[in-house]
């Protein structure tokens, strides 16, 4: 896709040399999670049990015996949501099903290590065992904790990056905001985290002191007399509780908050904000720095070739646009036109600013307008056309397909008709030109 010698955006560029190539930024988003999880191998390993344990759980028996319990405790049924190679940020649902549903999911693996429906299956038996030891212990629970928090920073922020009316000077504002919280996390929320570490191990009964290993008994001087020990002292239980969870800060929440701050800081470069800040700059009236110059220069910089754009022209003609949307502001004959032009988009700005006289502005928005903040929305097109038109619509015709995709990938609007069906049949009935509607 990416690719400068044969991939699309080089294909696109031999026949359209001016089309520039933007990396979605909630793929950049999904990438920084990728690259956590390579370079902390601790974070890998846990979301490889976690996929284990879902595959463990979605049998049919272990799945009867998983909604039993569930509704025996009289709670809603929540399932475990299987792992999206490619959308990483939906992470966080099956993390946030695993901490609400851990007591019973303990359970489970607990009944299928001892029952004897189990013992004729002697494979589910080792692997109930082999995943009960991992996920009954202290590490597992820190793991939990550490991504969850994480990965909930990061679904506002790919929500906001996926939405359809998204603009950059929000996604700068959410980018700055995740990292600044990531170092806040470091710095200060380690003893809030354990806390919950604690509350949930206490709840499980999961010790939190490691198990002392056996020592070898020493088999040279049998025959001498001990005097003074050195090098190995004897610890109370709090003591080994405290070592311990110094040794899970400095070996699992330091590494994945550095890790994660690295990738953002690296795909979410200085140099990347402020272009980002530019288009925001340019597209979005309510930006303090709307039409100033020293705000968008980054922008044109980059795109001086495609733009060819006279620069010295292209700032005074900001200034002069920005003075002609102040003075017709002021010049407004009521205050709920004035609000208007303050409050709306940047389509109400372009009818106050003569588009003939500033050529080089609208050149430089022209090219800004171009620029998407991501490609879910297109994506999102793509992935609906397999659940929409499968093998029992093979015949489905193209309008038709094309009206449920619409619906489809507009699923929050879709909703709101929902809840007023007799308000949109209405509008509908009034309608001058009749229309015909397949309902099956």
Not at 31 to 41: E, G, Q, R, T
Not at 94 to 107: A, G, N, Q, V
Not at 345 to 352: A, G, H, T, V, Y
Request: net charge positive; with cysteine.
């Amino acid at each position: 896709m990416s690719g400068h010698l044969s991939g699309v955006q080089a294909r696109l560029k031999e026949h359209f040399p001016n089309a520039q190539y933007v990396h979605c930024h909630a793929h950049r988003l999904n990438l920084v999670l990728v690259d956590m999880c390579k370079n902390v191998s601790s974070a890998g390993e846990f979301f490889v049990l976690l996929e284990a344990l879902y595959v463990f759980m979605t049998r049919s028996l272990v799945h009867k015996v998983f909604v039993d319990y569930q509704q025996r405790a009289k709670c809603r049924v929540k399932e475990l949501v299987r792992l999206s190679d490619t959308r990483w940020v939906c992470r966080y649902q099956s993390l946030s099903t695993l901490k609400t549903r851990y007591s019973y999911i303990l359970e489970v693996l607990e009944h299928f290590c001892d029952s004897q429906e189990s013992k004729r299956d002697p494979k589910l038996v080792v692997e109930a065992r082999g995943l009960l030891n991992q996920a009954m212990s202290v590490s597992f629970v820190t793991h939990l904790e550490v991504l969850m928090t994480l990965l909930s920073h990061s679904q506002a922020l790919s929500e906001t990056l996926q939405a359809n009316d998204a603009n950059l000077g929000n996604a700068v504002t959410m980018i700055n905001s995740v990292i600044s919280i990531v170092e806040e996390t470091r710095a200060s929320g380690w003893p809030d985290l354990v806390q919950d570490i604690t509350r949930i191990c206490e709840d499980n009964n999961i010790p939190t002191v490691p198990q002392p290993k056996r020592r070898r008994k020493q088999r040279t001087f049998d025959d001498s007399f001990l005097m003074a020990s050195t090098g190995h002292r004897s610890q109370s239980e709090a003591e080994s509780s405290a070592e311990f969870l110094d040794d899970l800060r400095v070996n699992t929440f330091l590494p994945i908050l550095d890790a994660f701050k690295s990738e953002m800081t690296r795909r979410f470069s200085a140099s990347n904000i402020a272009i980002m800040q530019g288009v925001d700059a340019l597209l979005t009236p309510s930006s303090v720095n709307f039409l100033k110059f020293s705000a968008v220069e980054p922008f044109v910089e980059l795109y001086t070739d495609s733009l060819d754009v006279d620069v010295q022209l292209l700032k005074a003609e900001m200034t002069m646009a920005r003075q002609i949307i102040s003075n017709k502001q002021k010049d407004s004959s009521t205050p709920d036109s004035s609000r208007r032009h303050n409050a709306n988009s940047f389509s109400s700005m372009e009818k106050l600013i003569p588009s003939a006289s500033l050529p080089n502005l609208r050149k430089t928005t022209q090219l800004a307008l171009t620029l998407p903040v991501s490609s879910a929305v297109c994506e999102r097109s793509f992935s609906a056309m397999k659940y929409i038109k499968n093998y029992l619509r093979s015949t489905m015709r193209n309008q038709r397909l094309s009206d449920l995709g619409v619906i489809y990938v507009s699923g929050e609007r879709s909703k709101e008709l929902q809840t007023n069906p007799v308000e949109v049949l209405k509008k509908f009935s009034q309608r001058e030109q009749r229309t015909r509607i397949q309902l099956f």
